[in-house]
């Protein structure tokens, strides 16, 4: 297994099993992987004083695999899916068994995250595609917008 940022193996490879889930009043949880408890009392005194939540355990960290199809991984175990697959009985069943993209199915998979974040044909986040107007009043009001 490749070493990652807060992973459960340390630099040799052994498996960790001493964590801190170190919550501050700004910013994300991360969590701190120790070989020992000293380690953890370590980390809690350099933390001490500081606007932060600590929660030490011991155990197995399980590990959440990159998306958008993501999966719960558990070292030497099989990765569980943490999505839902269509079961036969849901799924719509076309007559002429026709292998394109239906006219909404590119929509429909961006919605659901299937196809990851959406972006425009130059690779920009769709939030920086110009939107239209909500009513007529923005549109009278706009220069933006064009005869076609």
């Not at 399980?62 to 569980?80: A, F, I, K, N, T």
């Not at 036969?88 to 239906?102: F, V, Y």
Request: hydrophobic content about 35%; aromatic content about 6%.
């Amino acid at each position: 297994m490749d070493q990652v940022e807060g992973d459960a193996q340390g630099e040799a490879g052994q498996n960790l099993e001493y964590f801190v889930v170190v919550c501050p009043s700004v910013g994300p949880p991360k969590v701190e992987s120790f070989e020992s408890v000293e380690e953890i009392a370590v980390c809690m005194r350099a933390l001490a004083g500081q606007d932060v939540m600590v929660f030490p355990f011991r155990g197995s960290r399980l590990l959440v695999s990159g998306g958008p199809m993501r999966y719960l991984v558990e070292p030497g175990e099989d990765p569980v899916p943490l999505f839902d697959l269509p079961v036969a009985a849901d799924l719509e069943w076309e007559p002429q068994a026709h292998l394109g993209r239906s006219a909404t199915g590119w929509y429909d998979d961006m919605k659901s995250g299937l196809l990851g974040a959406p972006t425009t044909e130059d690779g920009g986040a769709v939030s920086d595609v110009a939107q239209p107007p909500e009513d007529d009043d923005e549109l009278e009001d706009s220069d933006e917008i064009g005869t076609i």
